[in-house]
């Protein structure tokens, strides 16, 4: 046990969670073991708050829907110098998350971002797909920053991204985030991850249904204009 008070660790894991409940055992189990947990339940009817405080996150619900809200409650939430985001749906691997923490740590990058590739086929449906390349394309040639996807895996400091004041609180919440880096001067660092089918008894808010993928085109299309 730690003394009083406790030091954070370097690094806090936001998860923002609408029922997660069954991915979340997947998730904590290759989750870096310096990193502390915060699962932002946003206003799930199952039991994703309860099994997350058994893992040993620290839970924090936020009322307000979207995911821009359920990240930014997290963030606000945080004590550690960086945060990560990563989804909740057991789709990609925490384990990731400790080399984009050393590089934004070490200076190299303001942020650290992942790219997903799909370990086969079928896991990231193609509508989904193209509407984050098309996406991804207008961030490089109206900013220069070199992404090719939309940061569903990253790490950054937590008083730069809250100093960017992302004002969108649903799934608007990462285009509007990376524009308003690239306009401030963030050097971004993009590696490739794998992209996994997501845990059973979860579903997608985004890409699980065209009508999903068609509301958060509407969300990107408020930022953009």
């Given at each position: 046990m730690c003394g009083s008070p406790c030091e954070?660790?370097?690094?806090?894991?936001?998860?923002?969670?609408?029922?997660?409940?069954?991915?979340?055992?997947?998730?904590?189990?290759?989750?870096p073991g310096d990193m502390g947990v915060i699962v932002v339940d946003?206003?799930?009817?199952?039991?994703?708050?309860?099994?997350?405080?058994?893992?040993g996150a620290?839970?924090?619900?936020?009322?307000?829907?979207?995911?821009?809200?359920?990240?930014?409650?997290?963030?606000?939430?945080?004590?550690?110098?960086?945060?990560a985001v990563i989804d909740g749906d057991g789709s990609?691997?925490?384990?990731?998350?400790?080399?984009?923490?050393?590089?934004?740590?070490?200076?190299?990058?303001?942020?650290a971002v992942g790219r997903r590739r799909p370990r086969e086929r079928g896991v990231w449906p193609w509508h989904a797909r193209a509407g984050t390349a098309v996406l991804a394309w207008l961030i490089?040639?109206?900013?220069?920053?070199?992404i090719h996807d939309l940061a569903p895996l990253r790490v950054c400091r937590?008083?730069?991204?809250?100093?960017l004041d992302v004002a969108d609180r649903r799934f608007g919440y990462p285009l509007e985030m990376m524009i308003k880096a690239a306009r401030a001067g963030w050097t971004v660092h993009e590696q490739d991850i794998a992209y996994s089918r997501r845990a059973r008894g979860t579903r997608s808010k985004v890409s699980g249904s065209l009508r999903g993928t068609a509301r958060?085109?509407?969300?990107?299309?408020?930022?953009?204009?």
């Open positions: 954070p660790p370097m690094c806090e894991v936001i998860i923002p969670c609408r029922n997660e409940a069954p991915a979340l055992p997947q998730v904590f189990a290759t989750m946003n206003g799930s009817t199952d039991d994703t708050a309860e099994v997350a405080r058994r893992l620290s839970v924090v619900q936020e009322s307000v829907p979207g995911y821009g809200a359920a990240v930014h409650a997290g963030v606000l939430a945080a004590a550690a110098p960086l945060v990609m691997d925490p384990a990731d998350l400790a080399e984009l923490a050393a590089v934004v740590s070490r200076g190299e990058a303001t942020m490089r040639r109206r900013s220069g920053v070199g937590r008083e730069d991204l809250l100093a958060t085109l509407v969300d990107f299309a408020k930022v953009l204009t």
